[in-house]
Nanobody
Framework: QVQFEESGGGLVQPGGSLRLSCAAT????????MGWYQQRPGNQRELVAT???????NYADSVKGRFTISRDNNKKTVYLEMNSLEPEDTAIYYC???????????????WGQGTQVTVSS
């Protein structure tokens, strides 16, 4: 069964930095696109950034130049370096991965449980 180990969220002042990480484990044969989504109170989940297995990246306009996504394919881990944080970045951040597993041998979408990021003075 796929599990995600998410870490790095917390409270930070405006202008500060945080680094999120998410490791996928549990019978994984292959990891395709991985990424991060955010969900603010009362809003739908929205794309923050994704990264393909070959390293191609995609960012929401609101985070370009401030956030950097990366991954370690051997560890099946995705990272999100967040700099120059703004109060508007406050949200729950969800890890996302497209995986092929022993239990589900066709590519499927999986989500982490989410980690809270709060930007406030």
């Amino acid at each position: 069964q796929v599990q995600f180990e998410e870490s790095g969220g917390g409270l930070v002042q405006p202008g500060g930095s945080l680094r999120l990480s998410c490791a996928a484990t549990g019978g994984i044969l292959s990891a395709g696109t991985m990424g991060w989504y955010q969900q603010r109170p009362g809003n739908q989940r929205e794309l923050v950034a994704t990264i393909g297995s070959g390293g191609d990246t995609n960012y929401a306009d609101s985070v370009k130049g401030r956030f950097t996504i990366s991954r370690d394919n051997n560890k099946k881990t995705v990272y999100l370096e967040m700099n120059s944080l703004e109060p508007e970045d406050t949200a729950i951040y969800y890890c996302y991965a497209r995986l092929i597993t022993w239990a589900q041998p066709t590519i499927s979408d999986y989500w982490g449980q989410g980690t809270q990021v709060t930007v406030s003075s």
